[in-house]
């Protein structure tokens, strides 16, 4: 069955920590991953998304996601992490006409 | 600027009423989605559509129908509200262009069923 799994539901960092989240999916054909995030109060947007190659895909707000096809995993990550990326991040993978989510993985910033 | 609105952003209603949530999109997208938002659940799926008068079951259906007579236009209803509906319920639209396309959201509307 086709799925995505998000293994931290909750996340806590300090501001200028490193950041990486994980995601892996199962998926039977051609894969196309998404990162989402949700600030609060305002609706889902696109982080970034992998269609085709480079394996290492660049978003926006300094966000990057690795693509590695043996792990089945699409890993977010930010090097320096600011109060402002306080917020929930969702993975998601291509279906027929729908995308697939995963949970969710709140992410809390401290100043 | 793409938009995907959706009309209202809180509700609170009765148990057993009808409820009407609508969602327009301005981007001529074929497929429009609803999802529930849940803590702890992600998105889940409720109904689907890919073309006008189209519509296909998602994870979720029972309880609720949906109506597609626009294109730019989907609409979910609750035939009869429960307190277990209370949710965030989420529109999406998506081009008809492959699985590397993004889809677009609105803001949400949360619905709290007395």
């Known amino acids: 069955a086709q799925s995505v799994s998000q293994h931290n539901h909750h996340v806590i960092l300090s501001e200028a920590a490193s950041l990486e989240l994980g995601c892996n999916y199962s998926?039977?054909?051609?894969?196309?991953l998404f990162w989402y995030v949700q600030y609060p109060g305002q609706h889902l947007q696109l982080l970034l998304k992998?269609?085709?190659?480079d394996p290492l895909v660049k978003g926006i707000k300094g966000f990057e996601a690795e693509f590695i096809k043996s792990k089945f995993s699409f890993n977010l990550r930010k090097p320096s992490v600011q109060w402002s990326d306080t917020a929930e991040y969702f993975c998601?993978?291509?279906?027929?006409?729908?995308?697939?989510w995963g949970a969710g993985t709140k992410l809390i910033i401290k100043p | 600027d793409v938009k995907v609105t959706q009309s209202s952003r809180y509700l609170v209603k009765r148990t057993g009423e009808k409820v009407f949530l609508e969602c327009v999109q301005d981007?001529?997208?074929?497929?429009m989605f609803w999802y529930r938002q849940d803590p702890g659940l992600g998105l889940r799926l409720i109904y689907f559509?890919?073309?006008?008068?189209?519509?296909e079951k998602g994870d979720i259906p029972e309880g609720y129908s949906v109506s597609r007579e626009k294109k730019e236009r989907f609409s979910l209803i609750l035939e009869s509200a429960s307190t277990n509906q209370t949710s965030m319920y989420l529109c999406?639209?998506?081009?008809?262009?492959?699985?590397?396309?993004?889809?677009?959201f609105g803001q949400g509307t949360r619905l709290t069923v007395v």
């Open positions: 999406a639209s998506r081009p008809l262009t492959g699985g590397a396309s993004e889809a677009f």
């Open positions: 981007m001529d997208h074929e497929n």
């Open positions: 559509s890919y073309d006008v008068k189209m519509k």
């Open positions: 998926y039977g054909g051609t894969v196309n």
């Open positions: 992998y269609f085709s190659g």
């Open positions: 998601a993978v291509n279906g027929n006409y729908q995308l697939i």
